[in-house]
């Protein structure tokens, strides 16, 4: 905590006022004018000390930030207390790159508490460093006492589409896309079904391998199986976050673009897929891993959050993918040809399932900006 | 933008005590502005109340209103400038244009009042404000306008807290309402400011170092005390409340030639000090006679002791010759000596100054009936004797006569009869009138007056002497020790004669030498003491309290052939005092009391009374440091005790209630398995701490995730306003909250 003391014009004229009586009292003998400058400079004093022991007075209490994403206008809360022995008021000024936020508080009772309430849009994922301060005028603003409260850089993760659960089982379950392995099927066990539990009506998006036909013809509806507990069926997503050196807008959209893929599906696996287990390999060569879950998808986005594009290339899945041998192989790379890192990545064993910038997988939405964020983000 | 009822109600109330305190400085000098400040009180009243209803003049109207207030104060400024008497072409510029600034200051805050303001805009009028009290603070100085500036500070502290809570709020009527609501709270809060900020101002302002330099004319704020003028010009311009000063002015030993202390010194004694000709008009200055006039008398020479004799040389009056040895408290205040100034034609000098090597010198005589030291040097003494006649001689009524210098040439008298302003000389020729239609005057006095109106010589002492009495027995005129100025633009006796009709002993003097001087008498105006404080065995004091001036008229020795003229003192100050001379109430006491307080050591400190005070102050220390160390601590003690009962009744009136007694709990156990809370650490961040700990240390009784849990849940309860309910409280804490 660090505290410093800025003089405001009001104080500055103020000073000069007093000095301009003084200077007249002296050379005139004019005692009243003398006195009144005195009390004028005292006045300024007494503003230093009450405005630096209210300033003190207060803290700031930051319960857990809610999760930010890039282009999501999110509410933030932020608690102010006063510990001082009586009422109050204070001034909080919060200041990122994307943000300025200034609240005055006319007055908070001794040892009560006032919950104050931002709204933010964040134009982009990645840290924001924080710098959050206290300050006080009180009583008169000739000066004000300004203290940093330390906090936390706040963490945008990136933005999230909508990934469509059945498509995207379909998707997966048919491998190799644009190369020899389109025929191919990637696994024989859907990550989404397990035990069959029983049918039901079939509805749209249903893939008619599933329609259970005797039933459905004893029955004359059609019927779709449906399974009880999905098999846990774990992902291993690369993300190739690449970008040349001299990179271009549509460069940086490109990465921008992977990186919200990455996010949603990781986010869509971890929140949907409790059982499974999930690991992200970035271009750094750092992996993480973990069980699915909430917590761990806040992890994996944070991670991306913080994600830099390199040209630089460092992947390596290899001890991720000799312990999990039956997982879904996933490459999401920035690059519109990723031949090279799908080859290098075939040296860890497994089918690799790979987007690229071009794709437009149908069961993958892209998060809805509006003209204005999209013209914000570069 | 808004404004709060409380913000409007405390930087109009400011504004109107500037107002008012110009107004009321004003009154000494243009009256006319201190009915104006009045309708300027209606007009801000009537701002108050369109800015109740939220209504402003347009930018049209406001620049309308403020060329018709232009063009009225320039035909007014126009008026004064043309106007021979008027306070502009009599005060000293630039001093003399301040009175006329007041006006216009007051419409600029009206003119400011009436449009839609801002920020800069309620600055600009704190601003406007400041500068009417500069300036109202220039022009007067008495204790009712110092009350009035302490209301107005007090005021002002209010109104700059809540122009901070004004100015700070960006979120519209909501905050509004909130600062009208904090208003009597900080009103309260500010006037215990203002009073701790006089406490630390009023020491600084005695410690303030000053210099004695020469005060502007306008400005004349020089001690306000009894006594002889500091530099030698008595000025009649001065206003304000008239301190008798006890200090000392000298000592004075009275003995015998045989050495027996004379115990019975007249009470009315006068000890003259100087003698002044020239009045400066409308100035109100009298410039001593050294500088300025020749010398129309021959002094009749005593014997010329010109070297120094090894004994003391006194003329001897006979049995009753007293001899007196003055002392001096302020070296260089020239002589002192026992009015009338005894000596004999042809006798000794009866003022001699003895040297450090035993000898005696003595002083020459002047033509003024004075007596002073041919050699520089010995004219800062501070120690010297006089010979006078005891009283039994009756010396009042013998005058001592001067010849002319030049028995052929009265011209040598004109600096005595120069005519006064026009007001006094017709105000004198009106009471001249009735003087001698009430008989006080023969009427043959007034058929001997020559074309011009003067007064035949032999006439001249029974005028002055009616004129004399008419200012201190006619009941016309009081006397008083507050100096007030009535209209500025006239000459200061001629305000005295003829508005205010009260004042102290130099205006009556003065008035009755420029009244006299209109009937072609000479006079001059002289300043010293009267009366003396006996204290024992010969010695008296003379105090500054006793400062007095009388006149003196030349007047013709009747039957002489040889032109000669004798100093005729008069006295025509009223025997009584407008002081109330009652004793006071316990009420009256102390408010004298703080009036004086206030007047000697706000109003008119100077580096003496500095210096007096730092010394009194510094010896009061020294003779009492033990008491006054006690003193302080038993009022700490009180003030420690005063609190601690207040918070502790302050503990038993609102108990503490917990709201989350589980976290409490919480924190008591792990205090108690050994992990302190910290300073400053906020709920989450001390979970966060004991999380860890309990990690760290297994073992214990409470699982590594309860904090974390418990303060999520007193988060959400507290400062979410969350409901927390008693099944989640359980399942935080694994079944058991009272772990």
């Known amino acids: 905590m660090s505290g410093r003391w800025h003089p405001t014009k009001a104080g500055v004229g103020v000073l000069v006022i007093a000095a301009i009586m003084l200077t007249a009292g002296l050379m005139k003998t004019i005692n009243l004018l003398i006195l009144f400058g005195d009390l004028l400079l005292v006045l300024m004093a007494l503003n230093f000390w009450i405005a630096r022991q209210t300033a003190l007075s207060f ?24 510990t001082g022995p009586r009422a109050a008021s204070v001034e909080i000024n919060e200041r990122t790159d994307q943000h300025v936020w200034k609240q005055f508080v006319a007055s908070v009772s001794s040892g009560g508490s006032r919950a104050l309430s931002v709204t933010f849009l964040p134009l982009r994922r990645g840290e924001y460093p924080l710098i959050r301060t206290l300050s006080s005028g009180y009583p008169f603003g000739f000066v004000r006492y300004v203290w940093a409260c330390p906090a936390p850089p706040l963490v945008v993760f990136p933005a999230l589409g909508r990934i469509d659960s059945e498509p995207f089982r379909r998707w997966l379950k048919h491998g190799g896309d644009g190369e020899a392995y ?22 749209s998006g249903d893939a008619p391998r599933q329609v259970h036909w005797r039933t459905s013809a004893r029955r004359g509806e059609l019927l779709v199986r449906e399974y009880d507990s999905p098999e846990a069926l774990d992902l291993i997503l690369v993300l190739d976050s690449w970008l040349p050196s001299k990179a271009e807008p549509a460069n940086r959209q490109d990465l921008e673009d992977a990186i919200s893929q990455a996010g949603s599906i990781l986010n869509f696996w971890c929140t949907t897929i409790l059982s499974s287990r999930v690991a992200l390999v970035l271009a750094d060569s750092r992996t993480i891993e973990g069980r699915a879950s909430p917590h761990l998808a806040r992890k994996l986005l944070q991670a991306l959050a913080k994600v830099n594009g390199s040209s630089e290339f460092r992947l390596d899945a290899r001890s991720v993918c000799s312990r ?11 690059r519109s040809q990723p031949g090279s890192v799908l080859s290098h990545l075939r040296q860890f064993g497994g089918v690799w399932k790979h987007l690229a910038p071009q794709s437009d997988p149908t069961w993958y939405h892209p ?9 914000a983000r570069f | 933008m808004p404004t709060a009822f409380a913000f409007r109600l405390s930087v109009y109330l400011t504004l109107a005590l500037s107002i008012i305190a110009l107004g009321y400085s004003e009154w000494d000098y243009l009256r006319e502005v201190t009915v104006f400040s009045g309708f300027i009180l209606l007009a801000m009243l009537l701002a108050f109340e369109m800015d109740r209803r939220g209504r402003h003049l347009s930018l049209f109207w406001a620049n309308l209103v403020g060329g018709i207030i232009f063009l009225l104060a320039a035909v007014w400024l126009g008026r004064h400038y043309f106007e021979h008497d008027s306070l502009m072409n009599t005060l000293p510029w630039p001093a003399g244009g301040l009175p006329f600034l007041a006006p216009l200051l007051m419409t600029l805050i009206v003119a ?62 909501r905050s509004v309402a909130e600062i009208d609501r904090i208003g009597r709270r900080q009103a309260g809060r500010s006037l215990r400011w203002i009073v701790l900020a006089g406490l630390v101002a009023v020491p600084m302002f005695f410690l303030t170092p000053r210099t004695q330099g020469v005060s502007w004319e306008l400005f004349s704020r020089g001690k306000i005390e009894t006594g002889l003028p500091h530099d030698g010009t008595p000025d009649l311009s001065r206003t304000g409340q008239l301190t008798p000063s006890r200090e000392i002015a000298f000592e004075v030993y009275a003995s015998r030639p045989d050495g027996r202390p004379v115990q019975d010194l007249s009470p009315a004694q006068r000890w003259r000090s100087a003698a002044y000709v020239e009045y400066q008009s409308p100035r109100g200055l009298w410039t001593p006679n050294f ?50 100034v005894s000596f004999d034609p042809g006798g000794r000098t009866p003022v001699a100054i003895p040297l450090r090597n035993g000898n005696y010198a003595y002083a020459v005589q002047y033509w003024d009936t004075s007596f002073v030291f041919a050699q520089r040097e010995f004219r800062f003494v501070n120690r010297y004797f006089q010979s006078v006649r005891g009283p039994g001689n009756d010396l009042s009524d013998s005058l001592t006569w001067f010849p002319l210098a030049n028995p052929n040439d009265t011209t040598a008298l004109y600096p005595f009869m120069v005519m006064p302003p026009e007001g006094i000389a017709n105000h004198a020729r009106r009471i001249f009138a009735r003087l001698v239609a009430d008989g006080f005057i023969p009427r043959r006095v007034q058929e001997r007056r020559d074309a011009t109106g003067r007064c035949h010589p032999a006439d001249h002492a029974i005028v002055a002497q009616a004129f004399s009495d008419y200012l201190s027995f006619g009941g016309s005129y009081a006397y008083s020790l507050d100096l007030r100025r009535q209209d500025r633009s006239l000459d200061p006796v001629e305000d005295f004669l003829v508005n205010t009709r009260s004042g102290h002993c130099e205006r009556f003097a003065s008035a009755l030498v420029l009244m006299l001087r209109t009937f072609g008498i000479p006079s001059q105006l002289v300043l010293g003491y009267r009366g003396l404080d006996p204290v024992n065995e010969g010695r008296y004091l003379i105090r500054h309290e006793n400062a007095h001036a009388w006149a003196e008229v030349l007047v013709p020795k009747p039957d002489s052939s040889r032109r000669e003229y004798a100093w005729l003192a008069l006295d025509p100050t009223p025997g009584g005092s407008s002081v109330d001379n009652d004793e006071p109430g316990f009420l009256d006491a102390g408010a004298r ?5 206030l007047t000697d050591y706000i109003i008119n400190l100077n580096p003496d009374t500095q210096k007096r005070l730092a010394e009194t102050l510094t010896q009061f220390f020294l003779d009492n440091w033990a008491k006054i160390l006690g003193g302080i601590a038993a009022i700490t003690s009180l003030i420690m005790l005063v609190s601690w009962l207040r918070h502790r ?24 398995a050994g992990l302190p809370e910290i300073p400053g650490e906020t709920p989450r961040e001390f979970a966060e701490r004991a999380a860890a700990w309990l990690q760290q240390n297994p073992g214990k009784a409470i699982d590594a995730s309860v904090p974390l849990r418990a303060a999520e849940l007193l988060y959400a309860l507290r400062y979410a306003e969350q409901p927390v309910t008693q099944a989640e409280i359980q399942k935080a804490f694994n079944g058991d909250p009272g772990t």
């Open chain 1, 367 to 375: 998060p809805q900006l509006s003209s204005h964020e999209k013209s």
């Open chain 2, 649 to 672: 009744r302050g503990m038993r009136k609102a108990p503490v209630v917990d709201a989350v007694p589980w976290f409490t709990r919480l924190v008591h156990t792990l205090r108690r």
């Open chain 1, 182 to 203: 389109r025929r191919r099927t990637v696994s024989r066990t859907s990550p989404f079904a397990a035990d069959l539990r029983g049918v039901r009506p079939f509805r």
């Open chain 1, 59 to 82: 803290r700031l209490l930051s319960p857990r930030e809610p999760d930010l994403y890039a282009y999501r206008t999110a509410r933030r809360t932020l608690v102010l207390e006063n």
């Open chain 2, 593 to 597: 009391q703080g009036k004086r307080l």
């Open chain 2, 291 to 340: 500088r300025v006039v020749s010398k129309p008398l021959v002094p009749p020479t005593p014997t010329d002791l010109r070297t120094p004799t090894p004994n003391l040389l006194l003329p001897d009056f006979g049995p009753s010759t007293i001899r007196l040895d003055f002392r001096l408290v302020t070296r260089g205040s020239g002589l002192i000596l026992a009015d009338p």
């Open chain 2, 112 to 173: 400011k009042l009436l449009r839609p303001k801002h920020n800069g805009d309620w600055w600009a009028l704190y601003g406007i404000s400041l500068c009417c009290i500069g300036l109202a603070v220039s022009l007067q100085e008495d204790f009712t306008f110092v009350i009035i500036i302490l209301i107005y500070a007090a005021v002002g502290t209010w109104s700059l807290t809540l122009f901070y809570f004004q100015r700070a709020v960006t979120d519209g009527t």
């Open chain 1, 324 to 334: 999990w041998p039956r997982a879904v192989r996933l490459l999401i790379s920035s």
